[in-house]
């Protein structure tokens, strides 16, 4: 296969094949585990990558004058990283399940107001989280009828874009934050010592790359495919490609691979029930509650 753009077309056919092992490995865990279970997620994600790299290799064959390929990798990318930080959230919810019998992220925020008794602290986290979903599809897909011949003539558009996809692309970084708080809340204050959150913790510095990267490839000129200056003859960029797939792709996928495993790391301590808190430590975590100052703390 010849592609118009080598560099691009090499890094999506590796990933590609990365992917759809990591693909099948999740597709065999959620047969084996069955499709109610957190496994179907980061089997979603996995759909979402694949689909990310086809669209990335079909870019790399067909050239620039059909770089609305390349919007389709970067969208079906951001619906990735939307997958892995709602994992990783309910990682966190099922270990404290598992532990204490309840989770804090499906309490009510205001259980005593009937109007908005209704809202939990996971219905937030996931509103926001569609929020950001959202104006990152949006900005990224507003630009696909452009032709790429007149694309000096839309400026204002592709301004409105970058600011659309930097916002989503922000919120999820500052969820990403809020789940590795969540976690250090989980490990410090409710002292769960499990495989299920450590697994968290190994996940969440390449999560926070990706998030970091995610906000600057929006307005750093290098790192955003809306600037023409990161094409060339030979297509994209060594640098563009080299930073998306190294902070972007990679980190996803080792972040993936990370949570996955977790089928093969069960913590059997807590499934043996030698983990789970005794009655006195349930008893404490049901009075408990996220205080104005842990909320605090979590969203700084």
Known sequence: MAFMQTGEGVASCIFLVLYTAYLV??????????????????????????AAQLCGIAFSKLGIEHWQWLVAYLVFGA??????IL????????????????????RRLCPNIKVIGFITYRWVFHEWLVVANVLVIVGGTMLTSIDADKYNEY???VNSSKGLRGAGQAIFLVMTVIVGAMALYAGI?????????????AAFPFLLVRGIYGVLSCFVTKMNYYQLSNYGKAGLSTYFVA???????TMEFVAAVILLSKYYLYDEKVMNNTQVADEESKQKYEKSTFTIEDV?????
């Open 25 to 50: 490995a999740a597709v065999y865990v959620v047969f084996k585990k069955g499709i109610k279970t957190l496994y179907t997620s980061l089997t979603v994600f996995g759909l979402f990558r694949v």
């Open 243 to 249: 930073t998306e797939y190294c902070l972007a792709t």
């Open 296 to 300: 605090s703390s979590i969203r700084n």
């Open 189 to 201: 204050r409710d002292r769960i010592r499990a495989t299920t959150l450590y697994l968290v913790y």
């Open 87 to 106: 994992t990783s959230f309910h990682y966190v919810g099922h270990i404290q399940k598992e532990v204490f019998g309840e989770s804090k992220i499906a």
């Open 155 to 157: 400026q204002n558009k």
């Open 79 to 84: 619906e990735g990283y939307f997958m892995l």
